[in-house]
């Protein structure tokens, strides 16, 4: 009797001691939540960061750089221009004027042309060229209304259409696009790295001069998911930058590494297009009630985003 206790004790802790284990077992394989990247996010929208030559996150980063959803509801779009009086102005004739005045980044993100139903921008990076007369060079169209220059049809352009924010679509193209819904938000640029999927080291298109001496680049890609990336490049920035070996300005053969670190890290998918805007004198970056990047050139157009 004594002997059939105690074998049934024993049965009843190797028992015990066995569920506990399992339970422990489950509770260490339980799956571990695991917060989306942005590309996983069905509700992203807007973000700043910097990031190192190889696209990684760097708090000390010489990148300075926006991503975005297009389609996201909460936000909104706008290009602004040196002009000298307010944008989509009209002549006694019905006709828009069209008068430039050179400008800097600075005034093109505070004036109130860059208001949009009475809100500031939220971020903004520097676009187009200028020629001698201060008119943009490219193609340039803020809410459906053309401020363009004499390369308009040679020269490629980065924009979000129009329409419902469901169904807004970012392009980089020449020319104005076949269809007009597109023809929104356009700014314009010259140096096209990537089209179609295919990244192209543009060195000899820029000149050695811009290719070599003048670095401090500014730029937009598009994802295969459909999500931008702006990016300023600047020694000069206003924040704290730590220069190494993959932390330093970009010359064209690096564009994709820093790009793609990007996209792959965030989860927007494969670079699809690429552009650079105005660099030298010219990059600007802006978000969140900060210039990051500024520069004491005049430039064509801005490009703005807004927070609804």
Known sequence: MYFKKIVSLSIFLVSVSLLSGCQKIDASSA????????????KFSIEFFKTNNRGDKFAKGINHVIIFNPRSEALDFKVNLGLSHPIYAKDSRGKFRREYIPKQFRELISH????LNGKK??????????DTENKPQGLNISRGIEYAGDFKSKRSSFGISGGKASQRKATIDVGRRANNILNYNLVGGNGRFYRQGKFKDICQDLGEFACRQATNRSMAAITSKGYVILLVNDIKANSTIEPSGVNQELTPDKFDDVLEGIARNNCLGKIKEGILFDGG??????????????NPGFIGSVFLIYKK
């Open 31 to 42: 799956p571990k939540v695991v917060k989306a990247c942005a590309g996983e996010n069905s």
């Open 112 to 115: 109130a042309n860059s208001q």
């Open 121 to 130: 921008p939220i971020a903004a990076i520097n676009a187009d060229y200028i």
């Open 281 to 294: 004198m010219s990059p600007g970056l802006y978000y969140n009630n900060k210039i990051y990047v500024e």
